[in-house]
Structures are given as structure tokens and as C-alpha cells.
Nanobody, 117 residues
């Protein structure tokens, strides 16, 4: 099994920064693919940033140049550094992982990010 616990969300003003953390645990966890997604009410969950085992990353167009996904392998933690936040970044942010090409995705409980003045 795999467990993911997000933290670091909150209220921030436009132009501000937040760093989300996702702590992973479980006997099946590996670094095959990890990522951050977000969802607002009434809309589908969307990919924000993903990282595969060799460290290659991919970002949504809305996140490029402002967000950065990183990992600490020793701590089994995935981060999302978010800079220059905009009101449209307001959403619940979820950490996700996939342990192999044929596996289901595991999800955390989500953390709310609100960007407002």
C-alpha cells in the first residue's frame, strides 16, 4: 500500500508564494511517477506538475515558470514550490503517485490553496 499526506496549503495574497509538501509512506511506494494535481468545484482535476523516476519533469502551461516540483528521496517527500501565485491558482491541491505503468494512482487527501487579497 501507499499513503500520501499533503501539507502547506493556506491563504496567500496574489504574487505570494507557498510550498506544498507531500509525505509518502508504505511498502509499495517508489519513485516511478509522482505529481501534483489540483481541482476546483465543478471542474475536472488537472495536472499541475509530474516527475518520473529519472527526475524528468512536466508542467501544465499554467504552472511553467512559476511552479517547481522537487523531491527528497531520503525523506520520501515531494514538494511543489509555487511562486507568483494568482487568484486562478485557487484550488485543492492533491499529491499523487503511480508505482508502475499498470498500477492505479494513489492520492492524498488534498490541501486547500486560496489566493486572494
Amino acid at each position: 500500500q501507499v499513503q500520501l499526506v499533503e501539507s502547506g496549503g493556506g491563504l496567500v495574497q496574489p504574487g505570494g508564494s507557498l510550498r506544498l509538501s507531500c509525505s509518502a509512506s508504505g511498502t509499495h511506494f517508489n519513485w516511478y511517477r509522482v505529481g501534483w494535481y489540483r481541482q476546483v468545484p465543478g471542474k475536472q482535476r488537472e495536472m499541475v506538475a509530474v516527475m518520473i523516476s529519472n527526475g524528468l519533469t512536466n508542467y501544465a502551461d499554467s504552472a511553467k515558470d512559476r511552479f517547481r516540483i522537487s523531491r527528497d528521496i531520503a525523506k520520501k517527500t515531494i514538494y511543489l514550490q509555487m511562486d507568483n501565485l494568482k487568484p486562478e491558482d485557487t484550488a485543492v491541491y492533491y499529491c499523487s503517485t503511480r508505482i508502475s505503468s499498470g498500477s492505479a494512482d494513489y492520492w492524498g487527501q488534498g490541501t486547500q490553496v486560496t489566493v486572494s487579497s
